[in-house]
Every structure is written in C-alpha cells, then in structure tokens.
C-alpha cells in the first residue's frame, strides 16, 4: 500500500519540476558548455589540424599534400634558423617578461597604499594593455625613426649628435623589449595588486611590534604570500610574450638580418611567405610544446603553494 502511493505520488511530479531539478544538478556543466565549444573549435580543433599537416609535405604551390611522417621535425631540429630564432625569443620572452614584472610589483605596492589620486592613477597605468597591438606597434615604430622620430628628436635637444637608430640590427630587439614591456606591465600590476590586497593586515601589524622595518616585512611577508599569483602572472605573460605576433611582425617583420626574428614571426615567414605550409606547421607545433614544457615547472609550483596555503 505504502510502495503503490509513493509510485503514485512520484508519478503526479511535474515535468517541468523534474527538468528543474535536472538543471540544478547540471548547471556547472550546461554554463561550460558554451565556452567549452569555442575553445574547441578555436584551439583544439586548429591545433589537431596544424599537427595533421606537420606531418605532410605541404605547400602553396603543391595542390596535393603528401605523408611524408616525421622528416619536417627532423629538419626543424637541424636548422640553425629555427635554433637563432628560438634564442631570440627566449631573450626576448625574459627580459620582457622581468622587466614588466618588477615595473608592476612596484607600482602595485606604492598604489596599494592611500594617496589622492590613486584611482586616476590606476586607471592611467592601464592604458597601454587597452591600447590595440597594431597601433601601440606604429607609435612606437614612429617614436623611434632614426629621422623624425620624437625619442631621437628629445636626444637631439639635450646635447646627443649622434643618436642610434633604434630599429638597425644592434638596438631592434631592445626596442621590442621596451615595447613589450609597455604593452605588458599593466597586466602584472593588475594581478599583483589583487594579491596584495588579499594580505591580511594582521600580519604587518604583528611584524611592526616586533620591530620588523618596512623592508623586512616585504621580503619576508610581501613576496612570499604573493608567490602564487607571482606565478600565474608570470606565467601568463611569458606564455603571451612568447607567441606575441602583432608588435615585432609589424615594427621589423624579424630583421634587420634577423636580428628580432622570433618564433611567431619565423614560423609566418615559413608558411606564409615561404609557402611551406608543412614546415611551418611543424615549426608552429614546436612553439606549442616548448610553451608547454616551460609553463610545467610554474603550474607544479603554482598547485605547490596553494597546497601549503
């Protein structure tokens, strides 16, 4: 008797209760779903596609690929183009990358402080990350032209005769550097200020009675409790660092005589302009893997502390 009423009872549940409780018990997945889709289509599915014609002699000019397995990586490993290339970015990757960090640590912990005008501020500092890639790379080739350029014309007016020319092969990839670092710093000032202010007071407070100073509670408070977003910032910045395209295609397109020609550039050159579409993609699947492999000692770190956290 009790067994046939709650049969009933389960039965007269409406539909729509029951689609309702569906959704409740699914909504993390239904609200993923969308974005899940678009990284797949967007990453995953050119990915898998770019390691698909790796793996093939392809080129523009060819209307027929062919297999032709692994002899594209095995000429990408024996070429000194693509090892000069990969130097290159490295340099450009690093200095980039720890010049852009130790600007926003900086300004995050003097911004992190009350002063008037510290909203302005903030919102000042960041304008060069809104700032289009393509325009920050035509003003900052125009501020650097050897001729009318303003940086050379500010030389000029101090007393300097003779002012470098900021994009010939000496100075071409520390100007990149200097770009990249304007493009960049904004995004680590931001991370880094949220994680300062995720700093319990508290634990200032208890260092200043036992007499720490100011820099010792910053090497000793500060830098330590902001090693986990230390590492997603740098993360994050050296992965977009390494496979920005926009500012050194348009400001050198790799020269002079390759003196900037990092990877992202290098592998447009082999597909595109060489009309390799193999190589290129075997070139653009490297990328991948070193981006990869680099980024694994900062997640282990990275999951590392906030275990201990």
Known sequence: MSTGTLDRASSTVPASSRVAAFVDRRIGWILVLPTAAAVVLVCIFPLIQAVQISFQDNKLRNPSPQFIGLDNYQALLSD???????????????????????????????????????GLVRAAIIIPWAVPAFVAALVWAWMYNDQFGIINSMLNDVGVDNPPTWLDQTWALLSLIVVMVWKSFPFQFVMLLAGLQSIPKELYESASVDGAGKWRQFFSITLPMLRPVSSIAILLAAINAFHYFPIPWIMTQGGPSKATDVIPVATYNIAFNAGDLGYGSAAAVFMFLVILLAALPFLRSYYRELKQS
């Open 80 to 118: 000194p183009a693509v090892w000069h290339s990969l130097w290159i970015s490295a340099v450009f990757v690093g200095l980039s990358v720890l010049f852009s960090y130790v600007i926003g640590l900086g300004l995050a912990v003097l911004l992190n402080r009350p002063m008037r005008g510290r």
